[in-house]
Each structure stands twice: as structure tokens, then as C-alpha cells.
């Protein structure tokens, strides 16, 4: 391919690619995982068929094995423990007439002030009146009815809190004393935290041999902990001045290079970052493709880290092949020709000259014509005398 061909695709694939969007880490997702349940006091709330409530902290597996511990938003959806569910922001809940819209931030402060984002020993320091503690039957019948009581509108009951075996009275004052504690004018909200995110911006580039193609730039809201990459031997990613980079040096806003030594053939390769992030306190997860088959939307309890991955691509083409150099020294020679001569086929080819006959024969070819002349001058005067003696 003629190198001038060969630039103006490479120039045309920069254009293309400067304004690709980041590769981003895929969403989070998980599933109900009921062998991990913590089973919960069962709570009165209401006077129709809700009226009591089981109460649990459901169990969570994320794609990546994390274990997480979470409580209900969506109190009258049924919970189908086979549906995939993804993290979403808050304003992508479900339920546009819920009440969780215009709660979800006190519903925050009720995760991070419940349990067990607060352990059952802080919450019995905290409540010294509690009958033998705070225990966690207690503590999730409590968490559990003061998110609903913000995201679906029901009341824990006053008189009669706790329902079914092993409840007493003084487990149901315990659970109501949290409860309060949880709804009251101490909740002043907390505002939604940040989705775990890892991302490479642009996700591809090119350019060519001895050169460092990029930035690639690295947003992140976790801790960088691997970097692999498949490139061929002697390309390395560093930074702008060409220094080589590990996991250990990158971080938020970071900007990666690709650096292609001169001589490397046409060639391709790609990286990829792991990080480790928190899916945080309050995170939504909701069904996948709810509006097909709705399933009860759930919420983070106590954050956990997780694992993200996210990467890039890069194409280079080898550098220009540029011919040796050589000078050329041209010689002119200038040459006279001789004078134009007519000849005919009998006419014999001029002979070469010998500088050395020269005077001889210049000799030879001028007496012949003083002698003519000499004896025609005297033929003349000759007739002179002749023409002269008879006038006479």
C-alpha cells in the first residue's frame, strides 16, 4: 500500500475514534440468593392482607461471587428469586407514583443508621433500655418496616408491633424504640452515593510506529488493582514522557499511552484495569426488564467492594520505508562538430591527418600554382611585345 494511502487511513480511523464513547465496566447485577437470608420478626403495618409481613435480610449474590445484604422498597410487588437484577440510579425506580421518590433519601439514612450498616453491639449501646440488647430478629423487623414506612407509606403499628412465634413484649418495645429512632426528626436524609464506575475513554486509537498513541483516559470511583495487557513484546504502556505504568500507578483521571517503538511492524493489541469499588449503602436494584416481568426492587443494606473491569484497543501501522540517498555526479561533454562536408557514394571517407605531413603537404599543393602563375604572366607579356613589334 503506497504510504500516502496508508496516512490518509490512518488519519481517517483517528477521526472516527475521537469522539468514541468510553469502555465502560458492565452494569452491576446479581441475584436473590435465599440460602443467605436473615430471617427477621414478622411486623404488623397495616389492616388489609399486608397487615403482617414477613421481614428479612435477603440475601444478594453480585456477577462477581460478592455477597451482599438487602431490604425491600416495593412492598406489594412479589419477589421472584430467579430474576436477574441490575443497579440503578434512584430515579430509575420502577414506580413513578411511589412515595419512594420523594423519601429516598431518608430511606438512606434509615440503612446507614439500621442494621447492620451499624453492628448489634452499636445499637445496644445506643438503646440501654433495650431488654437484653438489641438483638437481630429485633434489629431487621425494625430496618426493614422503617424503609418501608418511607418507600410504600405504611405505619408500623403502636400497640402491637411484632407478630408470630418467639416475639414478646419486650421484643416488640425493643423494635419499636429502633423504629422511632428511624423515622423520627433525627432522619435528615442522606443523599444518594455514587454508582461504582470504571471506564476508558476513548475505548480504541491508532497511530503508528514509534509513537505513544494516545491519552486513554481512566475514570474510576474504586482502586485500580490489575493491569493485563496483549501487546507485542517491546510495546508498553506509560504516561505522556514514556515512563512505564503498573496498576499501583494508576488511578482517577489517569492518562495512558501505548508506546509502539520505532521498526514495529503493523501490529494491534489491547488492555484491560480491574478495580475494586464499593456498591454502596442505598444502591437500587432493579429487575431486569421489569416492565416485562416486574419483580420487588431491592436496596443495599451495608456496602460491600465488588470488581470491575474495563479496557481498551489500539492498531498501529509500521513507519514509512524511505529509499538510500545517493549523489549523482553528472558530467557534460561538449563536443565540435566538423564542418558539414557533401560527399557521394565514389567520393573516398577523408583520411585522418598526421600533424607531422602538415608542412610537407601544404608545400606540395602551392607550387604547382605560383609555377602556373608565373609562366601565365609570361605568356602574356610575351603577347605584348608581339602585338607592339607589328604596330610598328
Known amino acids: 500500500m503506497p504510504n500516502r494511502i496508508r496516512a490518509a487511513l490512518v488519519g481517517a480511523a483517528a477521526l472516527l475514534v475521537a469522539g468514541a ?57 412479589p419477589i421472584d428469586e430467579t430474576h436477574d437484577m441490575v443497579e440503578r440510579p434512584w430515579d430509575d425506580y420502577p414506580n413513578d407514583e411511589s412515595p419512594f421518590h420523594e423519601n429516598r433519601a431518608k430511606i438512606n439514612w434509615v440503612l446507614h443508621h439500621g442494621y447492620p450498616a451499624k453492628s448489634l453491639d452499636a445499637l445496644t449501646a445506643q438503646f440501654p433500655d433495650a431488654h437484653d440488647g438489641i438483638d437481630a430478629l429485633e434489629a431487621i423487623a425494625a430496618t426493614q418496616a422503617a424503609v418501608w414506612h418511607f418507600s410504600d407509606g405504611v405505619e408500623l403499628d403502636e400497640d402491637d408491633p411484632l407478630s408470630g412465634d418467639g416475639s414478646d413484649d419486650e421484643d416488640a418495645a425493643d423494635a419499636r424504640a429502633l423504629y422511632d429512632y428511624l423515622t423520627g426528626d433525627d432522619n435528615t436524609g442522606i443523599g444518594e452515593q455514587p454508582t461504582p464506575t470504571l471506564s476508558v475513554s476513548p475505548d480504541t486509537l491508532s497511530g503508528g510506529a514509534g509513537e505513544r498513541i494516545g491519552p486513554f483516559t481512566v475514570t474510576t470511583s474504586g482502586t485500580v ?12 504502556i506509560t504516561d505522556a514522557e514514556g515512563t ?7 488511578a482517577d483521571g ?52 465488588t470488581t470491575l473491569t474495563a479496557g481498551a484497543s489500539v492498531e498501529w501501522t509500521a513507519a514509512p520505508t524511505t529509499p538510500p540517498t545517493s549523489t549523482t555526479t553528472t558530467t557534460t561533454t561538449t563536443t565540435t562538430a566538423p564542418p ?53
Open 21 to 77: 464513547a468510553p469502555a465502560s465496566a458492565d452494569p452491576v447485577t446479581g441475584k436473590v440468593d435465599p440460602d443467605a437470608h436473615v430471617i427477621g420478626y414478622q411486623v404488623n403495618v397495616g389492616d388489609d392482607w399486608l397487615a403482617t409481613i414477613p421481614t428479612n435480610l435477603l440475601g444478594f449474590t453480585l456477577s462477581d461471587g460478592t455477597q451482599l445484604g438487602m431490604y425491600c422498597v416495593e412492598i406489594h410487588t
Open 225 to 236: 488493582e490489575g493491569l493485563a495487557a496483549d501487546l507485542p513484546d517491546g510495546v508498553k
Open 244 to 250: 512505564e505504568l503498573t496498576e499501583d500507578t494508576i
Open 254 to 305: 489517569t492518562e495512558l499511552y501505548v508506546d509502539v517503538p520505532e521498526g514495529a511492524a503493523d501490529g494491534a493489541g489491547d488492555f484491560e484495569l480491574t478495580a475494586s469499588a464499593a456498591v454502596d449503602t442505598g444502591r437500587l436494584f432493579v429487575g431486569e426488564n421489569y416492565d416485562e416481568k416486574a419483580t420487588q426492587s431491592l436496596i443495599v443494606a451495608k456496602a460491600e467492594k
Open 340 to 392: 558539414a562536408t557533401t560527399t557521394t557514394e565514389d567520393t573516398p571517407a577523408p583520411q585522418p591527418k598526421n600533424d607531422d605531413d602538415l608542412a610537407q603537404t601544404g608545400a606540395s599543393i602551392l607550387a604547382p600554382v605560383l609555377i602556373g602563375l608565373v609562366l601565365v604572366g609570361a605568356g602574356l607579356g610575351a603577347m605584348l611585345v608581339v602585338r607592339r613589334r607589328r604596330k610598328a
